[in-house]
């Protein structure tokens, strides 16, 4: 249902950007050329009309033409969507790997100067607007400095900026997780008795703590590569990434209805799909959110009430009269 919702409000939306007539016909067009133009696309039809054939076009996967390349929409979306997996898979990456080394040194000594300074700079990280942080990168390493390219995905250097941009708010985030799990989970009575037996530190954190401390940050993790596969829009306009971002902002400038509700289509999709995977991901780090332990639970509550109870669901009475039942049966 809330997918629907999303479509509709999209499909509502994008006939509020203007009539497209106005920008792809010349200023001299005629009312002819106007009419044909919104025969030739569907537009003449009632709003109502055009929403039943989008929505019949779902179902046979049919997403329209772009009115402004004359390509298939969901090509042009899918051509443009493994841009932007790449770009937000590469920043989580980075991100969850600073996030974790850093989350955990911190969370060895609470309060002390690692602690302090890897509070301050994650807070930092967070706060940080993606657009001010990208025009400040560009003006920095790319003009003045002339290390890496404003745009383009050619070359490593490239990415240096997209990607350094992007994985700053994650980083904060995730360390703020990690840091405050860790705490938590090193207080354990089960830390002291690893302790207590010997383990290396080594040991402690990575086997038993970080183990422990993973699901919230997992959770959180999820929840922002949710928000990089669907905000990641300034960033890749900034840059100019061909991701499905870029796409979509090209789509409302250009006012091409099809290819913007096919790549709001996709991109709704894979969240589904990614917030299936965080789910399975989640249920590994933590056996208690398992369907199977709610089962293996119960009938543990079962036997627990004793064989008679649990063989039997007859109450007492019934049980007595069945059994003075079969007696009188056996004298007649």
């Known amino acids: 249902m809330p997918l629907v919702v999303v479509i509709i409000g999209v499909f509502a939306l994008a006939r509020m950007t203007g009539n497209p007539a106005a920008l792809y016909l010349p200023l001299n067009a005629t009312d002819t050329m106007r009419e044909e133009f919104a025969a030739r696309n569907g537009l003449d039809q009632p709003i109502l009309v055009q929403m039943a054939q989008y929505f019949g076009g779902i179902f046979r996967l049919d997403f329209g033409t772009s009115m402004r390349t004359g390509e298939d929409a969901a090509t042009m979306a899918l051509r443009a969507f493994p841009a932007t997996l790449q770009l937000a898979a590469t920043t989580m990456i980075i ?41 400040v990168g560009i003006w920095v390493f790319a003009i003045t400095l002339g290390w890496v390219p404003t745009s383009g995905v050619v070359g490593a250097a490239a990415w240096f900026l997209p990607v350094a941009t992007l994985v700053m708010r994650p980083f904060g985030t995730l360390v703020q997780v990690i840091r405050g799990a860790m705490v938590s989970a090193l207080s354990e009575p089960y830390i002291k008795l690893a302790r207590s037996k010997g383990a290396t530190e080594y040991r402690v954190i990575g086997q038993h703590a970080l183990r422990n401390a993973a699901a919230p940050g997992l959770t959180v993790a999820g929840d922002l590569t949710v928000g990089l596969v669907n905000g990641a829009v300034v960033v890749e306009t900034i840059f100019g990434w061909p991701g499905i971002g870029k796409l979509m902002i090209d789509s409302i400038m250009q006012r091409d209805f099809a290819v913007l509700q096919a790549c709001v289509l996709l991109t709704a999709v894979a969240i589904f799909i990614l917030n299936i995977l965080i789910d399975l991901g989640y249920a590994l780090l933590d056996p208690r959110v398992r369907p199977s332990a709610g089962a293996r639970k119960r009938r543990k509550a079962r036997a627990a009430q004793g064989p008679t109870q649990g063989s039997d669901p007859r109450t007492p009475q019934l049980v007595g009269a069945s059994m003075a039942t079969t007696e009188s049966l056996r004298g007649n």
């Open 95 to 135: 991100a969850i790997l600073l996030a974790v080394v850093v989350g955990s040194v911190a969370a060895m000594k609470p309060n002390g100067i690692l602690d302090r300074c890897s509070s301050f700079i994650s807070m930092t990280a967070a706060s940080i607007p993606d657009f001010w942080l990208a025009i």
